[in-house]
């Protein structure tokens, strides 16, 4: 069984390399880029500009092939993939929720850029919290590992 | 350009059609169902069992096309897609955030099943506060709406 999809836009971002890119949203306060969609897609931004936060669902084009078992950013140790955020993934699908600043047309400035120049965009939602938001999350590995490097280095880039 | 994807699994929940079925994870809290990996992602899955709750990104495969505006559920009024979580997407993926209640094997277990049956699943990733979480959060037009029915109806299923 194969599923087939097709970017909607793409982002431009500072990043040209997956070394010393913020890690998550979170890691990137401050950094500015643009979601650039199809034409096609104007009409299917309307009333998006409510939110203040959206979430990215991006093609990771330059993740490297997946790996059963990678040492994450932030640890030292070799982690199931399914219980990391590395890009090198069966389906190389990230996630980023970004703040919303401004759409003009089919071009969406957006804040917390985590994310490769040129990344296929593959869908946006609206962030909301409600739905979203959990009362008590245990984070496993994480919760034992401090701060560490907010930025990436190349280990799953291609 | 195209992408393609293959499932990495399938979900199994109690629902057969969209009516009736939760629209968030938010929703569907006791409901129980099950995500079925392909034994090759057996060993991807060590270390999930320290996270409480996981993301499923799933393809919506009963989706219908999509259309530029809709209806959301909550809402009477036409929306642009984006602005909504409505499945008729130009890729149709979901974002499921679930309480991971068990592991075994390539059966992980799960509670706030808003998937139907069969759903075939993308990737999986590990839900983290930290990385998800936003201060200040503004939900334009789910702002206004009150709480509504919290079950689909059939309006986006093939």
Redesign the interface.
């Known amino acids: 069984?194969?599923?087939?999809?097709?970017?909607?836009g793409f982002v431009h971002s500072p990043f040209q390399t997956a070394s010393g890119t913020p890690i998550?949203?979170?890691r990137a306060k401050g950094i500015e880029g643009t979601v650039v969609l199809e034409d096609e897609?104007i009409?299917?931004?309307?009333?998006?500009?409510?939110?203040?936060?959206?979430?990215l669902?991006c093609?990771l084009h330059r993740a490297l092939p997946?790996k059963?078992?990678v040492v994450p950013y932030l640890d030292t140790e070799l982690?199931?993939?399914?219980?990391?955020?590395a890009p090198s993934?069966?389906?190389p699908?990230g996630?980023s929720?970004v703040?919303l600043l401004a759409i003009d047309g089919p071009r969406l400035r957006i804040e917390g850029v985590d994310l490769l120049d040129g990344t296929?965009v593959?869908?946006?939602?609206?962030?909301?919290?409600?739905?979203?938001?959990?009362i008590?999350?245990?984070?496993?590995?994480?919760?034992e590992v401090s701060g560490g490097d907010a930025v990436s280095d190349g280990r799953f880039e291609r």
Request: net charge negative.
């Open positions: 069984m194969k599923i087939e999809y097709r970017p909607i998550q949203p979170s897609f009409e299917a931004l309307s009333d998006l500009d409510g939110f203040s936060h959206i979430i669902i093609h997946f059963l078992k982690r199931g993939l399914f219980a990391t955020r993934r069966p389906n699908i996630i929720v703040r296929p593959l869908d946006i939602k609206p962030f909301v919290r409600d739905f979203d938001d959990e008590e999350v245990r984070c496993g590995w994480l919760d």
